[in-house]
């Protein structure tokens, strides 16, 4: 979804933004995840991650936040990736708009961690339509080495 971010703080820091990507996965966990335009780091990534999502509207979904997911350049890295750190927290992402008619208005979204850090975004679509694409897991492509 692409459109700014009027508000995007992480631990009272003031970041901009201009995509948000909302992922689901089949067992139910659905994530906010917001690459940051930070110059010192362009791994920069925060995620809004919790399970069983749900439409209280036909135009409004609430995500109960259980976990921020934190990438950075300082992290370590899989197939050239950063691992996301995992922070258990507590909060909530409210979604206006539809995905089924490609139209999301806006996300707010607002958690506070374990340690008590505070995470805030309020994102305002742009008017695009939304892109969609659905992935699913297959079996490894890559040859396992023969030598193990």
């Known amino acids: 979804m692409s459109g700014t971010c009027s508000t995007l703080k992480i631990g009272g820091h003031d970041f901009t933004c201009k995509t948000v990507a909302y992922f689901h996965s089949e067992k139910g966990r659905a994530d906010f995840t917001v690459p940051l335009d930070d110059p010192a780091?362009?791994?920069?990534?925060?995620?809004?991650?919790?399970?069983?999502?749900?439409?209280?509207?036909?135009?409004?979904?609430?995500?109960?936040?259980?976990?921020?997911?934190?990438?950075?350049?300082?992290?370590?890295?899989?197939d050239g990736l950063p691992v996301p750190a995992v922070q258990s927290s507590s909060g909530l992402c409210k979604q206006v708009g539809n995905f089924a008619a490609?139209?999301?208005?806006?996300?707010?979204?607002?958690?506070?961690?374990?340690?008590?850090?505070?995470?805030?975004?309020?994102?305002?679509?742009?008017g695009s339509p939304i892109t969609i694409r659905r992935v699913r897991q297959s079996a490894p492509t890559i040859k396992q080495d023969p030598y193990r």
């Open 41 to 78: 780091d362009e791994s920069h990534v925060i995620s809004f991650s919790g399970e069983n999502g749900h439409r209280t509207q036909a135009n409004l979904y609430l995500l109960a936040i259980d976990r921020m997911l934190l990438k950075s350049k300082e992290r370590p890295k899989v």
């Open 102 to 126: 490609g139209q999301v208005s806006s996300i707010s979204c607002s958690a506070t961690d374990d340690a008590g850090k505070t995470y805030q975004l309020q994102f305002e679509s742009d």
